[in-house]
């Protein structure tokens, strides 16, 4: 115990207070002046008010309140204690003492085994602090004593009363209490001597204290401590039911574990085991079982050693149960064994798909050298681009047939979230691995044929860039460790034959764009959309819709009415669509009991269909001044377009309409320029460019056209309107022209050549530079169409002008 002036050590033996107890210790010691004023040594207390008729031990320690006790005990003296307003001062001055305190008789004083010495003392009456007479050797105080009113109030003994439940509340809450105190407390009758009983028993604040030791009348006495009692009542009600809140949750918490202890002891007997238990087991034998890698076996035996320890019921559990299914359920070294038969890869391919050559070449390609060298070869990353319809994703499917691999596909578009990819942290509630994770469990074998479609519309924001995370996924030097973020172990991909889809390459950033091999998906012939409409689309169709004992086909040019009429696109989905739409109103004739078509003719299916929604492009009526006949290339295949130049008496200006892009703008410009550069070869007057406003305008204007490849076309109607000389109607034309009139190559020629043989042009016109890729056009449609090579523009305009028609107003 710390060796302040005097501390509380315990509560007092309040049966040693009992009147007539303390004659037989303490003598009363009077020593009063004739005044009134009594002197007596000092002692200061710390954190502690001696309240009268109060009997307690206190402990000295300080020197100076040593030499009192002897001084009192040797003079026969009584003691005036009074409390220190800072208990951490050693050596308090006349300011840091309260000016009222209590006059106490001293009893036996014992020492202790610390060197201090303990006291018992009791309060005798309160007493006012005159003055400190004496500081050395010891303090030395007069005081004037205090008297206590010996008559009350009459509501006094009500507040008695009221006191005295307050106060049996509170002991029978505060453990530190004994019973006794109450006892004691019914047995006073004096209304301020209660009050200072039942206030030294309080641990309250020392000002509270001191505030009911300065109190003279005992009705306010009882007030204060009434107000004192039920702010600690209020405080021990709260402190029990915390406490009975602890205690149930303690004794539910034990009783489970005793019935728990119970049942496993009653499982024991009968050679059973619990469920979490047997759970346990069940995992330790599939880990024991399950083929994978040393490091995942070691994490996954950790895990599992970490799940034995808890407790069942322990939020951790199922965080950790669903860690190991996805570690045992994962394919580690499970793998399907591929096919590698060319043949049999080729009928496949060939049966579930027309045309797509170079698919199927490089696919063949692949399977040939597996074929010979199974060890060395990585799984190519492809990457198949074109527009929508093309066969693409089917494809993926045949090319699984074909290996005997499993396939499995996920879409890409709209993917914003780096986690998609790579998985969430298991920090996270509810974190699962990524979607190539999941996919992979769910193929059940390591090398499947994986195919990740619309991979040119993944996105990006605050959470990530999901293409970043397909470098590590995509690249044959890293994938065979990828790291799953949820699993944060390294699974093996370098299996896994990747096929991406795209219908542009412009949104895909180029690292990934160079870890993918490009194969073109390229639009489709109308003779091969016919091969695909009598070989699959048809049958498919007739079957689904329970046609295929009803006699029902379709003539050739019933389908050619579809592709023509109904459809505007580069691959076969509206195709297919729109025969389903035919086959859907048979199947209802069918179901109704009505004559139905078993022959379906072109007019059959416009009757069926309604009006043709596409009208196909059709020439000028007659060769035309200042209409050239241009190509372009849109992503459902190509178009023809017309470019109308007309001139009019002006100021030289030059007017562009048809809702056109900056580069097409820009390649107008170039064709005006090269056409006033040239304007003496072309017989042209240098001065009518000066009094000439020129308009050129694109019919359509509803659709936005850009692009640099009608720079011949444009180039070709201003010469020819302003040489008064007639462009040849079946003859179109691509390339892009530069102001010295060099005819620069262009892409998209297979479409534009498609677009133009389906107009009915006779003469194709392209760049020299384009020659290349006349290989990639199918024989069919290079003997239909005449292709003329070009260098420059002289050239184009040799093949494209016929003569100067005579008397034509300007």
């Known amino acids: 115990m710390m060796q302040d002036d005097f501390e509380l050590a315990q509560y007092p033996d309040f049966m040693d207070s009992i009147p007539g107890f303390e004659q037989e210790i303490f003598e009363t010691r009077l020593n009063e002046n004739e005044d009134g004023y009594i002197e007596f040594p000092f002692l200061p207390l710390r954190e502690l ?49 309260f000016n009222i305190g209590t006059e106490v008789a001293i009893g036996k004083a014992l020492r202790m085994p610390d060197d201090s010495t303990s006291v018992l003392a009791q309060g005798k009456r309160r007493v006012e602090i005159v003055e400190f007479t004496q500081w050395t050797p010891y303090i030395r105080v007069r005081a004037r004593r205090i008297p206590e009113p010996i008559e009350w109030e ?22 530190n209490l004994p019973e006794d105190a109450y006892t004691f407390a019914i047995n006073i009758e004096e209304p301020g001597w209660l009050a200072d009983f039942i206030a030294s028993t309080l641990t309250t604040e020392l000002e509270v204290k001191q505030d009911i030791l300065e109190t003279v009348d005992p009705a306010v006495r009882l007030q204060k401590v009434s107000i004192s009692l039920a702010k600690e009542l209020d405080v021990l009600e709260l402190e029990d039911q915390i406490h009975m809140q602890v205690q149930q949750e303690m004794d539910k918490n034990q009783r489970e574990h005793f019935l728990r202890e119970q049942m496993r002891v009653i499982q024991g007997e009968l050679g059973e085991a619990d469920v979490f238990t047997q759970e346990i087991n069940e995992l330790r034998e599939s880990v024991a079982k399950k083929e994978m890698p040393p490091e995942v076996r070691a994490k996954a035996e950790k895990e599992l050693a970490r799940l034995s320890a808890m407790p069942p019921m322990s939020p951790e559990v199922g965080i950790i149960l669903t860690y190991l299914d996805w570690v045992l359920n994962l394919p580690w070294m499970d793998q399907s064994e591929d096919n590698m038969d060319v043949l049999h890869a080729s009928e496949v391919l060939a049966s579930d798909h027309f045309g797509l050559e170079k698919a199927k070449d490089r696919i063949l390609e692949y399977i040939a ?15 198949f681009v074109g ?10 499917q045949s090319i699984a047939h074909a290996l005997g691999r499993e396939f499995i596909r996920i879409s890409l578009g709209g993917v914003r979230d780096e986690a998609e990819i790579r998985g969430h942290r298991r920090t996270y509630i509810g974190a699962l691995p990524g979607r190539i994770i999941q996919a992979i469990r769910r193929a059940g074998t390591k090398n499947p044929l994986f195919m990740l479609d619309e991979v040119d519309k993944l996105g990006n924001d605050f959470r990530g860039d999901p293409a970043s995370a397909l470098l590590e996924v995509l690249d044959p030097e890293q994938n065979y460790a990828f790291a799953d973020h949820y699993l944060g172990l390294d699974f093996d991909l370098s299996k896994v034959l990747f096929i991406t889809t795209a219908n542009y390459l412009d949104t895909i950033p180029h690292a990934l764009q160079d870890r993918m091999e490009m194969i ?42 579809i592709v023509r009429e109904y459809t505007r696109e580069a691959g076969v ?29 072109a007019n059959r299916v416009r009757e069926l269909l309604g009006p043709p929604r596409f009208l196909s492009e059709e020439l000028q009526e007659e060769d035309a001044i200042g209409i050239a006949t241009g190509a372009a290339w849109t992503s459902t295949g190509g178009e023809i377009m017309f470019i109308e130049v007309n001139l009019m008496r002006g100021k030289g200006g030059m ?20 056409t006033r550069s040239q304007a003496k070869k072309l017989g042209i007057d240098y001065e009518r460019f000066d009094n000439t406003d020129i308009h050129v305008h694109l019919p359509e204007g509803a659709v936005p056209k850009d692009g640099p490849s009608a720079g011949v076309s444009l180039a070709s109607a201003i010469i020819s309107a302003f040489t008064n000389r007639p462009i040849h109607r079946e003859i179109s034309m691509t390339g892009e022209i530069t102001l010295r009139g060099r005819v620069l190559p262009v892409g998209g020629v297979r479409e534009k050549a498609l677009a133009a043989r389906r107009a009915g042009i006779k003469t194709f016109v392209l760049p020299h530079k384009n020659e290349r890729d006349l290989e990639e056009i199918p024989k069919k449609l290079r003997q239909d169409l005449n292709f003329v090579l070009v260098k420059r523009m002289e050239d184009v305009l040799d093949v494209v002008l016929m003569a100067e028609k005579k008397n034509e107003e300007e």
């Not at 320690?61 to 800072?86: F, P, T």
């Not at 527009?387 to 993926?396: D, F, H, L, N």
């Open 154 to 175: 009459r509501n006094t003994e009500a507040l008695m009363r009221a006191v005295i439940t307050l106060f049996e509340k509170v002991v029978s809450l505060n453990r």
């Open 573 to 601: 989905r509206n195709f297919e669509r729109e025969t389903a739409n035919v086959c859907r109103k048979i199947a209802r004739a069918v179901a109704e009991k009505r004559r139905y078509p078993r022959r379906v003719t």
């Open 387 to 396: 527009p929508p319809g093309t066969g693409k994703t089917s494809i993926g």
């Open 655 to 674: 007017m562009l309409t048809g809702q056109l892009g900056d580069v097409m703008q820009e390649s107008a410009q170039a064709a005006l320029t090269y």
């Open 520 to 561: 073109e998906f390229t639009g489709y012939l109308e003779e091969e959309k016919l091969e695909i409409g009598r070989e699959f689309l048809v049958p498919k169709q007739i079957g689904q819709h329970g046609l295929e004992d009803k006699g029902v086909r379709f003539e050739d040019e019933a389908l050619k009415a």
């Open 49 to 97: 008010v001696l309240y009268p008729q109060m009997v307690t031990p206190l402990f000295v320690g300080r020197e100076r309140s040593l030499e009192a006790i002897r001084a009192a005990v040797n003079n026969n003296e009584n003691i005036i204690v009074a409390a220190q307003k800072d208990g951490e001062l050693m050596e308090p001055g006349v300011n840091d003492i």
């Open 369 to 383: 050298v597996k074929q010979i060298a199974p060890d060395t070869l990585r799984s190519p990353i492809l990457c």
